[in-house]
């Protein structure tokens, strides 16, 4: 049985790093956040752009990234007058039993007090979080989110299948696979449906790729459309894209579709390979996964990204030799030795599962060294979402619908 190196949570979860997390209901706070944050290690301040309005898709975002393991204590900083306020995002993160603590800027007379107080606080966090060590753990424990961008014809013929290698070889040892970006899944809903663990998750795949079709049609976007990179690196179709892209989530059984919406926000109910209802761009969808309680990332890319994430290492991979010679300061794996036969698909597919259990165990991604913290929120437009649910499909044929640039603002 393979094995990582992890710390154990009060609530039996098991993280990979010991990350304090200095987390803002909204940007208004996020300031004074970072100045703590910067004067402790090991901590990282984050926040939401999408404004103080109360918005539970918001919410359970930041409260699924308080609640991921890989964070070992968590302070909030609130302004005082936000409808999204410190004390829902506490009463969705106490029940880890992982430390916790609440300061509300208006309440503390200002950001300078707030600081200082901040600082006693997150120092004493850091030292109780610095007796814990590294125990062994089944990889049971262990959830890991994969994700895909800056894609090109590399990515489908290496990158992606040598990363789903890796995920059926987690799955196999009991662990937990999610995979999101409903976007880049159009056209492969009977592909996945195929896999689905029982007729109701078949429905809900079928669901959840039909709903995001209606959301690109009624803003005006072609269903299959496909970015300038996407293109220029060799795609010639989005079903081309698509059917590489669910690659990287290996050939294991789906066991469920997780929710991101403001009905709520679903959490592996069991090990496995699972999709998540999240946003094709890369770091937003990455941090819903992470929400969803993944400790470690794999990203396949094959024009290149930089991309790292607040609170979880990600390992990026891939399967363009050009890519990985010419940005080997952000690359970790070379799947492209799939292509100049220096390797095949199941060799490399089982060095990226090697890596995975190794950066679990703490050896650190291109990322981490470099210090990235990406930390995006995706959010919906709930008037969107409404309308969909109440205008029949067929009226949104044809019909010209929202600009595209309306469709590409954050909020729909």
């Keep these: 049985m393979t094995v990582f190196y992890g710390y154990e949570r009060p609530d039996g979860s098991v993280g990979v790093r010991n990350h304090l997390l200095v987390l803002t209901p909204m940007d208004c706070s996020i300031e004074p956040a970072k100045k703590i944050a910067a004067q402790v290690e090991g901590a990282v301040a984050v926040t939401q752009h999408h404004g103080c309005g109360f918005d539970w898709m918001v919410a359970n975002t930041l409260i699924g990234t ?38 509300v800027i208006q309440d503390e007379g200002g950001s300078v007090r707030t600081t200082e107080k901040g600082v006693r606080i997150l120092r004493g966090m850091a030292e109780e979080v610095s007796e814990l060590q590294r125990e062994t753990f089944p990889l049971s424990k262990l959830m890991l989110a994969v994700e895909c961008g800056g894609s090109d014809a ?27 970006e409903t976007q880049e899944m159009t056209g492969t809903q009977h592909v996945l449906a195929r896999r689905a663990v029982d007729a109701g998750v078949a429905e809900e795949i079928h669901a959840m790729i039909g709903r995001q ?98 609170i979880a290492p990600v ?7 050009g890519t990985y010679s010419r940005m080997g300061d952000n690359m970790d794996v070379n799947a492209g030795a799939i292509l100049d036969g220096s390797g095949n698909l199941r060799s490399v597919g089982e060095g990226i599962f090697s890596d995975v259990v190794e950066v679990a165990s703490g050896r650190m991604t291109k990322a981490e060294a470099l210090g990235y913290h990406d930390f995006i929120v995706y959010r919906t437009s709930g008037l969107a979402e409404r309308l969909l649910e109440v205008c029949p499909p067929e009226a949104l044929r044809g019909g010209r619908g929202l600009s595209s640039e309306a469709a590409l603002e954050p909020g729909f």
Excluded at 79 to 92: D, F, M, N, Q, Y
Excluded at 97 to 102: I, V
């Design 154 to 180: 590399t990515s489908g013929l290496a990158a992606n299948p040598a990363v789903g290698v890796a995920a059926d070889m987690l799955v196999d040892e009991g662990g937990t696979v999610v995979f999101g």
């Design 213 to 310: 079709e209606l959301r690109m049609r009624a803003a005006g976007i072609d269903s299959r459309f496909m970015s300038k990179g996407n293109v220029e690196g060799g795609l010639t179709t989005i079903e081309e894209k698509s059917l590489g892209a669910i690659r990287k989530g290996g050939t294991r059984p789906i066991q469920g579709v997780l929710g991101t919406g403001r009905e709520g926000f679903d959490y592996p109910s069991r090990p496995g390979l699972w999709l998540q209802d999240g946003t094709g761009s890369d770091v937003p969808s990455v941090t819903g996964m992470v929400a969803a309680g993944a400790q470690v990332v794999v990203f396949t890319t094959g024009r290149g990204s930089t991309t790292g994430h607040a």
């Design 66 to 103: 308080g609640r991921n393991p890989n964070v070992a204590g968590v302070l909030l900083v609130g302004l005082g007058c936000e409808s999204l306020t410190c004390e829902v995002l506490a009463e969705g993160i106490e029940s880890t039993g992982k430390p916790l603590e609440t300061l």
């Design 315 to 321: 390992l990026k991979v891939t399967g363009n030799p």
